[in-house]
């Protein structure tokens, strides 16, 4: 899609949290919806790769070395954006570290406040700090939750206690920041078929005896659809809640699954 087309064509859209996977996507698909984007992680390397591939496709990026468990961090990605575009009309919270995965009786209480620091505070902090801009163009948040609000299955329970309070943060930011026309929206994605599920699927094949793609297969019967939505699939449900074609949804979730929770 080349510049001046698309959902997202004249927006700057922030990515919070960019990482080799659903980040990657976000960017990519944000890019090709027609955006100017700002790609903000701890680590400069990927975020030039992931920059340098969206440039090669003929889009614009900024890329801002950023911690979101820092203020100033947060500042500095905020003073970086309005220099290079002057506006901001999107961001999107993605930033995930791997959760502990054991059960809570066993699960220290550091995990549990570092999960809470990244997931809630770095989400709030980054959302706090581009709140006047996304005021002044009646923006977009979009924070980026996971199906783990629909089970409580063994060993997922640090995760979703914090994805779960984002949850609820979420849906209290879309009726505060309603007012000044920001809207405030969720998704929730369950497997994603990118290289670290390949990984893990290979590792379980592995473990029982049995192919990665029996693994798939049967993992993918649970669904609708019978597969694994794909990072760009996630993507793009987030670059329309983005854009103005979502212009009366807020205080939302939308999960991309291919059908295996409904609700
Ligand atoms: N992967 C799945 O199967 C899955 C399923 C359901 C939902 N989700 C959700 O989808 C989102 C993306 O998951 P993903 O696995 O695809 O991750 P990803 O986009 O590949 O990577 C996320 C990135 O967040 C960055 N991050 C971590 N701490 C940060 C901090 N303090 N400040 C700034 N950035 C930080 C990390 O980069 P740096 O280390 O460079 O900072 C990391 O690479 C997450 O919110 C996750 O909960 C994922």
Redesign the pocket.
């Known amino acids: 899609m080349s510049a001046g087309e698309g959902l997202l064509a004249g927006k700057v859209v922030v990515v919070?949290?960019?990482?080799?996977?659903?980040?990657?996507?976000?960017c990519v698909q944000a890019a090709a919806a027609g955006a100017q984007v700002v790609l903000?992680?701890?680590?400069e390397s990927?975020?030039r790769e992931v920059a340098e591939e969206i440039g090669a496709a003929g889009g614009t990026t900024l890329t801002v070395p950023?911690?979101?468990?820092?203020d100033a961090?947060v500042a500095n990605l905020v003073e970086r954006t309005l220099a290079k575009f002057g506006r901001v009309d999107a961001l999107i919270?993605?930033?995930?570290?791997v959760p502990s995965m054991k059960a809570l009786a066993r699960t220290d209480f550091q995990q549990i406040s570092d999960s809470l620091e990244?997931?809630v505070l770095?989400t709030l902090r980054a959302t706090q700090a581009f709140g006047d801009e996304l005021a002044k163009t009646h923006g977009s948040v979009v924070m980026?939750?996971?199906?783990?609000l629909r089970h409580s299955e063994p060993r997922y329970g640090s995760?979703k206690v914090a994805?779960s309070a984002l949850l609820a943060m979420s849906q209290t930011l879309a009726t505060e920041l309603g007012a000044k026309g920001i809207r405030v929206n969720s998704v929730?994605?369950?497997?994603?078929w990118?290289d670290?599920?390949k990984w893990y699927f290979g590792e379980v094949a592995k473990k029982y005896g049995i192919t990665a793609e029996q693994v798939y297969e049967q993992t993918a019967a649970r669904s609708d659809l019978k597969r694994l939505p794909e990072?760009d699939e996630?993507a793009r449900a987030v670059v329309f809640l983005a854009s103005d074609w979502a212009s009366a949804i807020t205080g939302q979730t939308l999960d991309v699954n291919c059908g295996e929770y409904h609700r």
Do not use: C, E, H, M
């Open positions: 919070s949290g960019v990482g080799p996977g659903l980040g990657r996507a976000l903000a992680a701890r680590t990927r975020l950023t911690d979101i468990t820092d961090a919270n993605n930033a995930f570290a990244l997931t770095g980026i939750n996971s199906s783990v995760y994805k929730a994605p369950g497997y994603i990118a670290q599920l990072p996630i």
